[in-house]
């Protein structure tokens, strides 16, 4: 076995676990440049954007609990297919509104909830799944492929988006709804038995076991509340739709290149750390990625020239997956199998809450501020955090290797 991630993909549980993501992110993807193009050609509000992040996050707190059970009772390849296929109905659904110019706000936020349900049940079930079909002397190096592959779909996904839309957003989302059928079947076709858990009473002490382990494990606490607030505070893509038509003048197609910019970026560090996993260093290394990641978002913010604004997107995406690697192998690599699905309810709500609920205040920050304002703070406050973060979280810092030796 070598030591990068890519003798991996000899294996065929993970290469249909490869497939499954690729597809699935690419609908996302897809589907995210379609929902905001159409709904601020709608509404033209950055109010509107805002809350349809909201939408999109609200089921994943009020759900962890039971997702995460969820994910640690019961065969995790078949929960996180009924995840796709339920994200595979939401697609169909918005077909209809848009089909049958169904143009009220209410139905697209329901189906947006009922999407950000569907991932509050997929997305432990697959964090908790994808270590075991990985051998734990390439784990770090097979999280950076698995995040490699993900990210073209990322890539590939918003461009997809935006060049399709031309034909209409209803193309976009019935694209979308079969490639979520396809991450579906190839979910499926995965062979590795699931992991035996033993049905213990749901008890209180049980239902908070993932708060309970992140809570008991700074570094872990550290890495993923240090995530939370880089991204909430530093993103922008909920107000990509507002720079690519105000400040940038571009259509939906810039639009969408602009969005596969930080994805491009962290495509290109995913296959360096593929093929050159981090073995030293990961705390300073996790530190230092999120401090450029704020800095090229103040570049960003101030930026009026696309070529600028698609540099700073890129190195953006660059430093945020040396944080999306050292924080899923600490997670992921050093949690007990039978519990990962709970630890993993719980960093998807974080991770949720950067996303989305990032979204949301993106979209309250830039109606109050206007959008470079919003964007600029959001970046320094990012920075600030990491500096801070040093401190409150000194064993991060000092953390030398991602996997503990046991």
Same mark, same amino acid.
């Not at 995210?32 to 509000?45: E, H, I, N, P, Q």
């Not at 909201?54 to 609200?58: K, N, P, S």
């Given at each position: 076995m070598t030591s990068s991630g890519w003798s991996v993909l000899r294996l065929p549980d993970f290469r249909a676990f490869v497939v499954a993501r690729i597809a699935t992110v690419l609908a996302l993807q897809m589907q &995210? /440049?379609?929902?905001?193009?159409? $709904? %601020?050609? !709608?509404?033209? *509000?950055a109010w509107a954007l805002g809350l349809i992040g !909201?939408?999109? =996050?609200?089921p994943a707190p009020v759900l962890a609990l039971i997702t995460g059970q969820v994910a640690d009772r019961f065969d995790r390849r078949k929960v996180i297919a009924a995840g796709y296929g339920v994200a595979c109905l939401v697609s169909l659904g918005m077909v209809v509104l848009i089909t049958f110019k169904i143009n009220d706000m209410i139905p697209i936020f329901f189906l947006t909830m009922l999407q950000g349900a569907a991932r509050a049940f997929y997305m432990p079930a697959t964090q908790a799944l994808l270590p075991g079909l990985l051998p734990r002397e390439n784990l770090s190096g097979g999280l950076a492929l698995s995040a490699t592959t993900?990210?073209?779909? &990322? /890539?590939?996904?918003?461009?997809?988006?935006? =060049? $399709? %839309?031309v034909f209409g957003p209803d193309v976009v989302f019935s694209i979308g709804a079969?490639?979520?059928? !396809?991450?579906?079947? *190839?979910? !499926? *076709?995965? &062979?590795?038995r699931p992991s035996v $858990?033993?049905?213990e009473p749901i008890t209180t002490a049980h239902l908070l076991g993932g708060i309970h382990y992140i809570k008991a494990h700074p570094v872990v606490l550290g890495a993923i509340s240090l995530d939370l607030f880089a991204v909430l505070l530093g993103g922008a893509t909920a107000l990509l739709p507002m720079f690519a038509q105000d400040i940038l003048n571009t259509g939906p197609e810039g639009l969408g290149i602009l969005r596969a910019a930080p994805a491009v970026g962290a495509i290109s560090m995913a296959l360096i750390l593929t093929q050159w996993p981090i073995r030293r260093h990961a705390g300073r290394l996790l530190f230092a990625g999120v401090g450029v990641f704020g800095l090229a978002m103040i570049g960003f913010g101030l930026s009026e020239h696309f070529l600028l604004s698609l540099l700073c997107l890129y190195v953006s995406g660059l430093a945020d997956m040396i944080s999306v690697n050292v924080r899923q192998s600490l997670v992921q690599g050093n949690t007990p199998d039978e519990m990962r699905g709970r630890v993993s309810a719980v960093t998807t709500v974080f991770i949720g809450a950067s996303n989305e609920l990032g979204e949301f205040e993106s979209g309250l920050a830039a109606a109050l501020l206007g959008p470079v304002l919003a964007v600029t703070l959001g970046g320094a406050c990012t920075v600030l955090i990491a500096l801070y973060w040093t401190r409150l979280f000194p064993a991060l810092w000092q953390r030398d290797r991602l996997l503990n030796p046991q």
């Open positions: &995210t /440049v379609a929902m905001g193009w159409f $709904v %601020y050609d !709608l509404t033209k *509000s !909201l939408a999109a =996050f609200l993900m990210q073209t779909g &990322t /890539v590939l996904g918003p461009a997809l988006g935006g =060049f $399709v %839309y079969c490639a979520f059928a !396809l991450g579906a079947l *190839s979910m !499926l *076709s995965i &062979t590795a $858990v033993a049905r």
